[in-house]
């Protein structure tokens, strides 16, 4: 499971330097700049989102257990 999560923030990582790529590269108002940068920030969220239902799923169905912070006294 720590793989697959690892391995999904890196993703999310890669797509959100994509769009800043894609933000800095081109002039002013180049349309496929935008079109790029949109469809990069949109995987973006797509994949943050899927990762947070497959890391509740995971939790419901016990392959992860919440551990808490531990309490010293």
Do not use: E, H
Not at 30 to 48: C, E, H, P, Q
Request: positive net charge.
């Amino acid at each position: 499971m720590k793989y697959i999560v690892l391995l999904a923030f890196l993703a999310i990582v890669a797509s959100l330097g994509s769009a800043l790529f894609f933000m800095m590269r081109g002039g002013k108002g180049d349309k496929a700049k935008s079109n790029n940068m949109v469809r990069a920030l949109t995987f973006r969220i797509g994949l943050s989102v899927l990762l947070f239902i497959c890391i509740l799923v995971a939790w419901k169905l016990g392959y992860i257990q919440p551990t808490g912070i531990p309490l010293s006294r």
